[in-house]
């Protein structure tokens, strides 16, 4: 009796077959089998009963790693009370805890022992049949009918392998959605591989490759595998452990941006607490189910209007402004917009001893604060905001001048060996810790190291006893040349590619906080965090990404902020949680309203986007006065289509100059009112997909509208009502 109430236990937890030793987890949509080896066998729709896993590749579970290479996999797999056992060759057991969810299911590694050299633990690479569409961003692969793939629930996990600086790569590969509308070339095949374009300096170069079989590569949770499908994973690392890498942020650019090595700074997370959520399901449920496990696991829940972020129920048109503000607010209650990015401020530079860089609005014919004005757009529900380089510290931040802060990130430390004065240059130090490496960033040819509370410049050092540094300057940055004792810290500051400097991960908890409270008092609910590599620069990978943000929004609500509109230069699975919109790039390399076609880096970001669940975008589409009525409604239409978002560039001198600007308002918003009542179907946003059809609409009331098609000669034909639900 009692080994019958044990195993009925088991069964009910496990779903445990009878005839094997096999786990056998299950959520509403997939069944996912584990063998008494701690394998994946079997991930099955439980919809149509078709098997995705694949046969000829193994899917650990767990693995462990040694470094970023050295991978141990598990030998043995047991369970009991919710919890799996897993086992390996050297030695180590992990208990993972497993848990059915409706939609998903949630495994979370409790203890690992037998642990000293292991540095990151993976799930996975799980691998699938899937090969159409590969989400590389967050980890998920769909095709038309059936989406699988991992979601983080706690920080420290991120997505792909590990790697230096657990850092992706861009690239191209060659796969085409659809082989017979666009089918690949003989001197081309599925799965090749090519560098992105461009000098490594200009962002719009990257993207350099026009066909639709080209894909851009923006991450690592799902790798495309031309041979059998795909496979997703993620890792977490224990981020305690040293670790000395050699790493670029932009890796491709190989006669341009030589890696260098960094001495990352260690920080107290660890591994253990990694917790993932595999889900399958029925392709167009993807969102709903990760919006269900963003809810049951706790995760940061973003809200507009009642819509979750990634709802495509959320996506609207934004406004990039330029100019004084007289108008700005007159434009976006005619356009039915309410979220504004002031260009015409410039970019903004964090500086705790000069907040607001002496920053204005002008309006009404003299200089307010942001603050004041703000105050006005609150009040019409318009949510406003600046565009920031995020974590660029430049010279002129009081954390990098006249005092250096301690908390600067350093990618080399070593340690002076004898006294220096206020005068000395000849500088000698304990070892030369790639310190004749030249410059930390591909576009700044500088090498600066901080020594106590001064900042210097050096050449070079010297390679023999006693190691000398060459070619010194000291007091650089204002900062104030002093003496020092032997045994001083020295370190290499990390540099931004704007010639700036890179707070460490304790500094840059304070620089969340400081934005919460320029945010909260400049009365902002919208910023653009531009240059989000600089969150990176401190060799943790999205892993900073993520704690940012975590803190940013807990501090903006902390200081009594609601809703807090974040853009930035790129959705990744660190930020995918937070940001609303992308809305990067902008003109024809996006997308050309006159002729409805997609621009280079438009396809790309589309591409990627789309496939990780993020809407693509316009980027910034500068209103010319020249433009018709129709261009508007192509770009408003398009938008609605492709479930994409854009900022519409306006200014009052561009918008005066426009004969007919009321025409344009009047439209715009109708449009917009449409696409928030969810008027239009699935099958009609594929029908305004097609480059060569247009569209005209009127709005009749609160919730109907007429739809027309415009013919080759410019006639409004074919009406239909759309109503709202």
């Given at each position: 009796m009692k080994n019958f109430i044990l195993t009925s236990l088991c069964l009910a937890i496990f779903s445990l077959s009878s005839t094997a030793k096999e786990i056998v987890l299950k959520s509403n949509y997939v069944s996912l089998s584990i063998n008494e080896k701690g394998y994946v066998t079997s991930i099955k729709s439980l919809q149509n009963g078709k098997e995705y896993a694949v046969d000829s590749k193994l899917s650990a579970l767990l693995a462990l790693y040694e470094g970023n290479e050295k991978a141990i996999y598990p030998n043995a797999a047991t369970q009991k009370n919710g919890t799996i056992t897993l086992t390996y060759p050297n030695g180590s057991t992990a208990v993972v805890a497993a848990q059915e969810k409706k939609e998903y299911i949630n495994f979370k590694l409790l203890s690992l022992d037998h642990r000293e050299q292991i540095d990151n633990v993976v799930w996975g690479p799980y691998h699938t049949s899937v090969k159409k569409y590969i989400g590389d961003v967050i980890g998920v692969v769909s095709d038309d009918a059936y989406s699988i793939g991992l979601f983080s629930t706690d920080d420290n996990t991120i997505t792909g392998l590990p790697s230096e600086g657990d850092l992706y790569q861009m690239f191209y590969y060659v796969h085409s959605i659809d082989p017979v509308k666009y089918p690949i070339p003989d001197s081309l095949y599925e799965g090749q591989k090519f560098t992105i374009g461009g000098d490594g300096w200009s962002d719009v170069a990257f993207y350099s490759k026009p066909e639709e079989y080209f894909h851009l590569n923006s991450g690592s949770g799902a790798i495309y595998e031309p041979a059998y499908g795909s496979s997703v994973v993620m890792h977490a690392r224990d981020r305690r452990r040293p670790q000395t890498i050699f790493f670029t942020l932009l890796p491709g650019f190989k006669n341009i941006n030589v890696p260098k090595h960094h001495d990352v700074e260690t920080i107290d997370v660890d591994f253990i607490g990694s917790s993932i959520a595999f889900y399958g399901c029925p392709k167009e449920k993807t969102i709903q189910v990760l919006e269900k496990i963003v809810k049951g696991e706790g995760l940061p829940y973003v809200t507009r209007e009642g819509k979750w972020i990634r709802n495509p129920e959320s996506f609207r048109a934004d406004v990039a402004w330029w100019g004084r503000h007289d108008s700005l607010i007159s434009y976006c209650k005619q356009l039915g917009v309410k979220a504004v990015q002031d260009e015409g401020l410039g970019e903004y530079y964090a500086n705790p001893a000069d907040r607001w860089a002496g920053k204005t609005i002008n309006y009404g014919g003299k200089q307010i604060s942001i603050a004041e004005f703000t105050k006005r757009t609150n009040e019409q529900g318009i949510a406003y905001g600046i565009h920031t380089l995020c974590e660029f510290l430049q010279p002129h931040c009081s954390d990098?001048?006249?005092?250096?802060?301690?908390?600067?990130?350093?990618?080399?430390?070593?340690?002076?060996?004898?006294?220096?004065?206020?005068?000395?240059?000849?500088?000698?130090?304990?070892?030369?810790?790639?310190?004749?490496?030249?410059?930390?960033?591909?576009?700044?040819?500088?090498?600066?190291?901080?020594?106590?509370?001064?900042?210097?410049?050096?050449?070079?050092?010297?390679?023999?006893?006693?190691?000398?540094?060459?070619?010194?300057?000291?007091?650089?940055?204002?900062?104030?040349?002093?003496?020092?004792?032997?045994?001083?810290?020295?370190?290499?500051?990390?540099?931004?590619?704007?010639?700036?400097?890179?707070?460490?991960?304790?500094?840059?908890?304070?620089?969340?906080?400081?934005?919460?409270?320029?945010?909260?008092?400049?009365?902002?609910?919208?910023?653009?965090?531009?240059?989000?590599?600089?969150?990176?620069?401190?060799?943790?990978?999205?892993?900073?990404?993520?704690?940012?943000?975590?803190?940013?929004?807990?501090?903006?609500?902390?200081?009594?902020?609601?809703?807090?509109?974040?853009?930035?230069?790129?959705?990744?699975?660190?930020?995918?949680?937070?940001?609303?919109?992308?809305?990067?790039?902008?003109?024809?390399?996006?997308?050309?309203?006159?002729?409805?076609?997609?621009?280079?880096?438009?396809?790309?970001?589309?591409?990627?986007?789309?496939?990780?669940?993020?809407?693509?975008?316009?980027?910034?589409?500068?209103?010319?006065?020249?433009?018709?009525?129709?261009?508007?409604?192509?770009?408003?239409?398009?938008?609605?289509?492709?479930?994409?978002?854009?900022?519409?560039?306006?200014?009052e001198n561009s918008v005066e100059k426009c004969k007919d600007k009321y025409a344009i308002f009047k439209v715009f918003k109708a449009w917009e009112n449409a696409r928030a009542a969810q008027v239009f179907s699935k099958e009609l946003k594929e029908e305004m997909q097609i480059a060569t059809n247009r569209y005209h609409i009127e709005q009749l009331d609160m919730k109907s509208w007429k739809l027309y098609q415009v013919s080759a000669t410019g006639a409004y034909v074919n009406p239909r009502i759309l109503k709202k639900k």
């Open positions: 990098v001048s006249p005092v250096p802060n301690d908390s600067l990130c350093l990618v080399v430390r070593t340690k002076i060996v004898k006294d220096v004065s206020a005068s000395d240059t000849a500088i000698c130090v304990a070892d030369t810790s790639w310190l004749n490496e030249h410059g930390t960033w591909h576009c700044n040819k500088l090498n600066v190291l901080k020594l106590g509370k001064e900042l210097l410049t050096y050449e070079g050092v010297t390679t023999e006893k006693p190691y000398t540094l060459i070619g010194v300057k000291r007091g650089a940055y204002k900062t104030v040349a002093q003496s020092h004792k032997p045994g001083t810290l020295l370190g290499k500051l990390q540099m931004n590619c704007y010639n700036g400097f890179v707070p460490d991960m304790n500094l840059q908890d304070d620089y969340a906080n400081y934005y919460a409270q320029l945010l909260k008092d400049g009365g902002m609910n919208y910023v653009d965090f531009d240059g989000q590599e600089s969150f990176m620069y401190q060799g943790h990978g999205t892993y900073s990404v993520k704690r940012f943000y975590r803190e940013l929004f807990a501090k903006f609500k902390e200081k009594g902020g609601d809703y807090l509109r974040v853009m930035g230069s790129g959705v990744m699975d660190g930020n995918w949680l937070y940001m609303s919109n992308s809305n990067i790039g902008g003109g024809n390399h996006m997308f050309n309203p006159e002729t409805n076609q997609w621009g280079i880096e438009g396809k790309d970001v589309r591409n990627v986007n789309r496939n990780s669940f993020i809407p693509p975008s316009f980027g910034i589409q500068n209103f010319n006065s020249n433009w018709s009525v129709q261009t508007i409604e192509n770009l408003q239409s398009s938008a609605i289509a492709w479930d994409a978002m854009y900022m519409l560039g306006i200014s």
